[in-house]
C-alpha cells in the first residue's frame, strides 16, 4: 500500500468549478474571488475578507499597511513555518523569536517578556489547527506597561493604538476558540490556501479582517486590494467593462491578488468545507486517536479542551521517550512501508538563515523538543478506515524496530 502524506481534494464539483471559469472568458481576480471572499466571510463572521496569492504575501500586505518599516520588532514563535518570520524580514524589520508551550503554539507569558517600544505587532500561529490563546494575548498587548511604551508611528498603528495582533492562521480555518471561528480571534486573521492546507486554491492565501471599532472595515478592504494590485486605482476587471482606461499608481503597492481561475478550486471546497470535508478530517483523527490512545509510548496531540477545538489540519504525533535521531530513524522506516510522514516544524533556529541571523536552538527548548519527537500522520478526507489502519500499524512497527535496534545496540 502507498499512501501519500497531502493530496490536494479535487472531485467534480472543482472541475466544474474550473471549467465554469475558463469557459467565462475572465480568468484573473473577478467573480470568483468575490464570491471566495464572500464565503470566507460567512464561514468565519469576519468584518471583510481580502483573497491574495498566498499566506506570505498577505502576511507582508498586512505588515505593510500597518507601517513596520526597519527598526521596528515583529514577535513570533521559533515553533512555525519560514514564511511567518520571513514576512517581518521583507519588510525590513526584525523578528523576535519566542519559545512555544508543549501544545505547540506561541507562550502567551514570553510573548509579554519580549513586548519593547519597537514592538508594532505579534503573530500567533495556530499550528495543525488548534488556536492560541487570543483573549490572553490581547490582554498583554492591552495592558498598561504595554500600552505605556506602545509607539505608534503611523496612521494604522495610531488608530490601533496598541500591538497588533495577527493571526498566522494558515492551519486553522474552522478551528474554533471559545465558541468562535478562527477568521474573528486576531485583529488581523491571514488564511493560506496553499496546496497542502485544508481549503486550497492551489496557491493562495486569505486576509479576514475583525479590527477595532476605530476602523472601518470596508475602507481598509479597499485599501489593502490597491495594496495586492499595485496601487492601482482600477482593476483589470473594471478596465475590461469599459469604465475608462486611464488609471493611478497611488503608491509603491504590491502584486499579489488572486486570480480566479485559483479562486474556482476554493469556492468549491469550502461550498462542502463545514458539513463534509471537516467532518471526514476529523474522522481520520479520531481513528489515529482511538487507535494511540492505548499506547503508552504514543503522545496524541489536542484536538479538542475546554475552549477549543482543531479543524483537523495535521495530526501531529508525538513519541514518548525518544530523541531526535530514533524519530528520524522511525520514519524512515514508516516511508519504506509506504506512507509518506512529515515533520511540523523544523524550529526556525535550526534553519540556516536564522543560524546567520545569531538565533540558537539551545534558547527555545520547548520548540526543540516538540519537534524533535514529532511525525505528522496523514490526514486528508479521502483516506479510508483500511489506510488509516495500515498507517497505524506502520507507526508502530517502526516504533518497536528501533526500540529494539537500540537494546541491541
Ligand atoms: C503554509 C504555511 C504558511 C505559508 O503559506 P503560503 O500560502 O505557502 O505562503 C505560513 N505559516 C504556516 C504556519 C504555514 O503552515
Known amino acids: 500500500m502507498k499512501i501519500p502524506f497531502s493530496p490536494p481534494f479535487v472531485d467534480d464539483d472543482v472541475l466544474k468549478e474550473v471549467a465554469d471559469t475558463l469557459r467565462s472568458g475572465w480568468i484573473t481576480t473577478g467573480p470568483k474571488v ?9 464561514l468565519t463572521g469576519c468584518q471583510q475578507t481580502l483573497c491574495v496569492n498566498s499566506w506570505t504575501s498577505g ?43 508543549p501544545d505547540f503554539n506561541i507562550d502567551p507569558a514570553a510573548v509579554a517578556k519580549a513586548i519593547t517600544a519597537k514592538t508594532k505587532a505579534i503573530i500567533a500561529v495556530d499550528i495543525a489547527g488548534l488556536m492560541c490563546d487570543y483573549d490572553r494575548l490581547k490582554e498583554i ?19 490601533m493604538g496598541r500591538v497588533m495582533v495577527i493571526a498566522d492562521a494558515a492551519h486553522s480555518i474552522g478551528a474554533k476558540y471559545k465558541h ?3 477568521g474573528v480571534c486576531a485583529d488581523v486573521n491571514i488564511f493560506s490556501m496553499h496546496a497542502v492546507k485544508n481549503i486550497t486554491t492551489a496557491e493562495g492565501g486569505a ?4 479590527l477595532p471599532a476605530s476602523f472601518n472595515a470596508q475602507e481598509v478592504y479597499e485599501l489593502m486590494r ?18 475608462g482606461w486611464r488609471y493611478d499608481i497611488l503608491f509603491d503597492g504590491l502584486k499579489v491578488n488572486m486570480p480566479d481561475i485559483c479562486a474556482a478550486i476554493g469556492l468549491a471546497q469550502i461550498k462542502k468545507y463545514n458539513h463534509n470535508l471537516i467532518v471526514e478530517r476529523k474522522r481520520i483523527a479520531q481513528q ?42 522511525m520514519i524512515a522506516h514508516i516511508v519504506k512501508l509506504g506512507v509518506a510522514v512529515n515533520v511540523h516544524f523544523l524550529p526556525l533556529p535550526m534553519l540556516t538563515t536564522f543560524k546567520n541571523k545569531g538565533f540558537d536552538i539551545k534558547d527555545f527548548p520547548v520548540s526543540y523538543d516538540n519537534y524533535a519527537r514529532e511525525i505528522s500522520l496523514p490526514i486528508y478526507p479521502q483516506l479510508t478506515t483500511e489506510q488509516v489502519n495500515f498507517i497505524c500499524s506502520a507507526v508502530e512497527d517502526s516504533y518497536h524496530t528501533v526500540k529494539a535496534s537500540e537494546k541491541i545496540a
Not at 36 to 42: D, F, P, T
Request: with cysteine.
Open 141 to 159: 498587548v492591552s495592558a498598561p506597561e504595554a500600552l505605556a511604551q506602545f509607539n505608534a508611528e503611523s496612521d494604522v498603528q495610531q488608530k
Open 288 to 329: 489515529y486517536e482511538a487507535y494511540f490512545t492505548s499506547r503508552s509510548w504514543a503522545q496524541l496531540p489536542i484536538l479538542k479542551d475546554e475552549h477549543r477545538e482543531t479543524c483537523y489540519h495535521l495530526y501531529a504525533l508525538r513519541i514518548v521517550g525518544i530523541t531526535e535521531i530514533e524519530r528520524d530513524e
Open 34 to 42: 468575490k464570491a471566495l471572499e464572500q464565503e470566507i466571510n460567512k
Open 180 to 182: 468562535l471561528n478562527s
Open 59 to 101: 502576511a507582508i500586505l498586512t505588515l505593510k499597511w500597518l507601517g513596520v518599516k526597519a527598526g521596528d520588532e515583529v514577535i513570533v514563535p521559533a515553533y512555525t513555518y519560514a514564511a511567518t518570520a520571513l514576512s517581518v524580514i521583507h519588510c525590513g524589520a526584525t523578528p523576535i523569536l519566542v519559545d512555544v508551550l
Open 226 to 243: 490597491l495594496w495586492s494590485l499595485n496601487g492601482q486605482t482600477k482593476d483589470a476587471f473594471s478596465k475590461s467593462n469599459g469604465s
Open 207 to 210: 486576509i479576514s479582517l475583525h
